[in-house]
């Protein structure tokens, strides 16, 4: 059986490692420009080389966005970037615009190139134009449905990839105007402020006697903010499309979000695989997916138009049962300790979960916290600290470390 590639977002290299470790097939990243996430962490040429080398090494394909709309400025330097990105042997860049897509094929021919969504991708001549001019993939828009879907890919013969976990955008295939019209911050350029998510009044004085429906409660209504996508409990519907990819949404969110959607992702995956006719949705990675910090979970336009629930009507906040400590770097057999490098801080008879790619979700209670020089202390409040403290289970470096909100 040929399953759809996993891939992952990787913010930074470290993102990179993990979303690697925890069962990506492949990661898409920036450069330092030309990305639309100007404020994830993005990669220097030094850490692409070292994140190439990382993921080539496990057999891990490494995709670079170079997605804008571009300016005229904007397209200063850029051939002389995409040359050394072929040189640095990138797998894929995605692309957006016809400009670059010109440029691609001009200064590196033999560059794989894929249709970003920002291309607006939604029917099936559009997919037969892109393979006409050399693209190998096409991003499909999330406005698609199931249906849909399966008729671009019973019509071409080109490799398809589909959003399935993540952030939605209101605007149409996220060519958003609010934020560069608000505060002068281009969306289109790497730079959105997220100005979907504040707080709206909406009012048409012109229209007399209509209304669209706003639910609001004390502090307003937050119209424009829509609800993260889920498609864990599909994944069978998902493979019978035929997608080549499963694309998961997040090169700006957090170490803990990347590891916990991949493993899920991945471990759904693989139990399809081992048995098709047998497979079974598990609840309990549905409930995984809510300890990471994210909206209320739709399943977008996958069953064609939404309910008009699928909204966040009552806050532009995100739904947080569970903080991200730590990640174990260490795991001592002989007194059944784990070294922890810190990442928020963490106090002496914490109950903290533990989790990995080959680590099943398990509770400890922390007896005790040693620092460096082996002395006991009561919390650990420095990120990047190295502590250790008793775990009876045995876990594994890049293994993650998470306490639930109240205890």
């Keep these: 059986m040929k399953l759809p590639e996993l891939l992952a977002p990787a913010g930074d290299l470290d993102k990179l490692k993990i979303a690697i470790l925890y069962g990506a097939d492949a990661v898409y990243l920036a450069g330092e420009s030309y990305g639309l996430r100007e404020k994830a962490g993005n990669f220097t040429k030094e850490e692409m080389k070292e994140g190439l080398e990382f993921a ?8 670079v966005t170079i997605n804008i709309i571009p300016h005229n ?16 042997g990138v797998d894929a860049i995605i692309v957006a615009d016809l400009g670059i897509f010109s440029i691609v094929k001009e200064v590196a021919p033999n560059l794989e190139v894929h249709i970003s969504t920002q291309a607006n991708n939604v029917n099936w001549r559009t997919a037969k134009f892109w393979k006409s001019q050399g693209a190998q993939r096409v991003i499909l ?15 071409v013969d080109i490799s398809l990839e589909a959003f399935v976990h993540g952030a939605m955008c209101i605007s149409y295939s996220g060519r958003c105007l609010l934020s560069n019209y608000m505060n002068g911050r281009d969306a289109n350029r790497g730079a959105c402020a997220h100005s979907c998510r504040w707080n709206y009044t909406l009012m048409e004085e012109q229209r007399s006697g209509e209304y669209y429906p706003v639910y609001e409660d004390e502090r307003g209504t937050y119209v424009f903010n829509s609800k993260d996508l889920c498609m864990i409990e599909y994944i069978p519907e998902l493979i019978d499309l035929g997608l080549d990819s499963l694309k998961i949404e997040g090169r700006m969110k957090s170490l803990h979000y990347v590891a916990t959607v991949i493993n899920i992702y991945r471990r759904a995956l693989d139990e399809y695989a081992r048995d098709p006719k047998g497979y079974e949705f598990k609840e ?7 300890k990471i910090s994210h909206r209320h979970y739709t399943t977008g336009f ?6 008009e629930d699928e909204q966040n009507y009552d806050s532009s906040g995100y739904s947080r049962t569970y903080d991200y400590l730590g990640i174990i770097r260490d795991y001592l057999p002989e007194s059944k300790e784990a070294v922890i490098e810190v990442r928020s801080k963490i106090f002496k008879d914490d109950l903290v979960e533990i989790f990995g790619p080959k680590t099943d979700t398990f509770e400890e209670k922390l007896e005790y916290i040693k620092n460096e020089d082996g002395e006991e202390i009561p919390d650990a409040p420095h990120p990047h600290q190295l502590i250790t403290v008793k775990v009876e289970k045995e876990v594994s470096e890049y293994d993650l470390v998470r306490r639930k909100r109240g205890n």
């Design 302 to 307: 996958y069953f064609d138009k939404p309910e």
């Design 141 to 155: 828009a999330r406005e698609l449905s199931f249906a849909e879907m399966r008729e671009i890919r019973d019509k």
């Design 73 to 88: 400025e904007d397209l200063e330097g850029l051939d002389e970037y995409i040359k050394n990105l072929e040189e640095l």
């Design 284 to 290: 309990e990675w549905l409930e995984e997916l809510k």
């Design 56 to 63: 080539h090494k496990r057999g891990v394909k490494v995709y």
